[in-house]
């Protein structure tokens, strides 16, 4: 049973640039939900795909978007980046919408100057 | 008002110390309670769920209090290898409701 991989670990962008962060999900896992922590923070919900659709998004402006794949891996795009957006970002994936418990990613790092 | 408010220490204590951490949350409709544990620069793992009845696991007892959206931890002959941050996490009862994490606790426990 593998657990839950992202990628890159560690990013360094530009504002205004676009990055997309990985995330493949534990083995058998059809939910795979997003956060967002910054420093010094708890971390916050971004969106959650359930089977390839978005079910659930927090409070995160559109330029922040996801896919979820056939094998149920996910992907975050973060469109025209700002420097408040230097966090780390944890994917967790879990059963059925969490109903079973998470785990998560170690997360990937990204600064943006 | 924060939906999940903790104090976020930091709490210095020494080794063997009993340590408690209270957490409040807002939504009554909060279904599920955890107590997740993050250290440096990691991502967060879960320590405990918390049930209505409370619960322990070895040094480690959770209490949940519906009334006053109430939720504790309480460490028992804290050692060096528990200095991390303690994170309240509360989820509502339908399917597509994230957990929702508190800022966090920080403990140092001091040799």
């Known amino acids: 049973e593998t657990g839950v991989t992202q990628s890159p670990t560690h990013l360094i962008k530009t504002r205004g640039q676009q990055v997309t962060l990985r995330c493949s999900s534990q083995s058998g896992h059809n939910t795979v939900s997003w956060y967002q922590q910054a420093l010094g923070q708890g971390p916050q919900f971004i969106f959650q795909y359930y089977r390839e659709e978005e079910n659930g998004r927090g409070n995160f402006p559109p330029r922040f978007s996801g896919l979820q794949f056939p094998n149920y891996s996910s992907e975050l795009n973060v469109n025209a980046l700002e420097l408040d957006d230097s966090a780390l970002y944890l994917c967790?994936?879990?059963?059925?919408?969490?109903?079973?418990?998470?785990?998560f990613g170690s997360g990937t790092r990204l600064t943006v100057v | 008002r924060k939906e999940v408010e903790q104090d976020p220490g930091p709490f210095n204590v020494p080794e063997g110390a009993t340590v408690a951490f209270n957490c409040t949350y807002s939504n009554s409709a909060s279904q599920s309670f955890f107590w997740y544990r993050q250290d440096c620069r990691k991502e967060p793992k879960l320590l405990m769920s918390v049930y209505s009845s409370g619960n322990e696991d070895g040094r480690f007892t959770a209490q949940l209090n519906r009334a006053s959206q109430y939720i504790s931890l309480l460490i028992r002959d804290s050692k060096l290898s528990d200095s991390a941050t303690y994170l309240c996490?509360?989820?509502?009862?339908?399917?597509?409701?994230?957990?929702?994490f508190g800022k966090g606790t920080r403990l140092s426990v001091i040799a």
């Open positions: 996490v509360v989820r509502g009862n339908s399917g597509n409701t994230p957990l929702v």
């Open positions: 967790a994936s879990s059963l059925d919408w969490g109903n079973y418990g998470y785990t």
